[in-house]
């Protein structure tokens, strides 16, 4: 899966003369936490945060009303604030790379480029759909937990039981283990029953640690 699938587009953006009370409004309005900063020729020049606009609102201990606050975000403009050194993807990255920029540099959202033109943006909410998506959880089934060894074939052993106990595999997903030497797999498994499930992949595990039947709410 690359960015270009999960991107939200269209962009909404805003010019670096705005201010930011335009700002603010405009993320109220989108429903948007940051704001791709375009000049007249539609070039990226930086990305403004909610969090960023509320650095200069006064602080709640302010004797200023509501028009004066409005007062002070209106005088400043957004290249004053914005950050300019902007990370970005491109639509053809990867999304697990997205994401680990995202965790690694402590961003919850980066611009998508294609050509110098601002695409798309993929943002933490994106992953999370993500995320639902490569853990099934919009599916009702069987979800299970299993400790196993890192050696090669032990997914397909695990795969290979859940087909001859009659399951079909909705979901598969690998985490890290308790220790360098295994792993976590969790499945989210349809077509048969928790009793059957259990009783054919037990013997090809080193332990089942979590094992549940969910529908959906």
């Not at 020729?41 to 200023?64: C, D, F, N, W």
């Not at 332990?207 to 969910?214: C, E, N, P």
Request: hydrophobic share 40%; charged share 25%; aromatic share 4%.
């Amino acid at each position: 899966m690359l960015v270009s699938d999960r991107m939200s587009k269209p962009v909404i953006s805003i010019h670096p003369n705005a201010s930011l009370e335009d700002a603010q409004k405009l993320m109220i309005a989108e429903k948007v936490s940051r704001l791709p900063v375009l000049d007249k020729k539609g070039k990226l020049v930086g990305i403004l945060s909610e969090k960023q606009i509320h650095r200069y609102m006064p602080s709640e201990a302010t004797t200023l009303d509501a028009w004066e606050i409005k007062g002070v975000l209106g005088r400043i403009q957004v290249e004053k604030v914005m950050t300019r050194d902007v990370i970005t993807v491109t639509p053809d990255t990867p999304i697990e790379e997205a994401a680990r920029i995202m965790v690694d540099k402590e961003i919850s959202g980066i611009p998508v480029v294609s050509e110098d033109r601002v695409v798309g943006i993929i943002a933490e909410t994106d992953l999370f759909k993500t995320f639902l998506e490569v853990m099934g959880a919009r599916q009702p089934g069987i979800r299970l937990s299993v400790s196993m060894s890192n050696l090669p074939g032990e997914i397909a052993k695990l795969t290979e039981a859940i087909f001859e106990a009659g399951g079909n595999i909705i979901s598969l997903g690998t985490f890290y283990g308790e220790s360098g030497s295994n792993s976590e797999i969790t499945v989210k498994v349809e077509g048969v029953t928790l009793e059957a499930l259990v009783e054919k992949v037990k013997p090809c595990v080193e332990r089942i640690v979590d094992v549940r039947k969910l529908g959906i709410v």
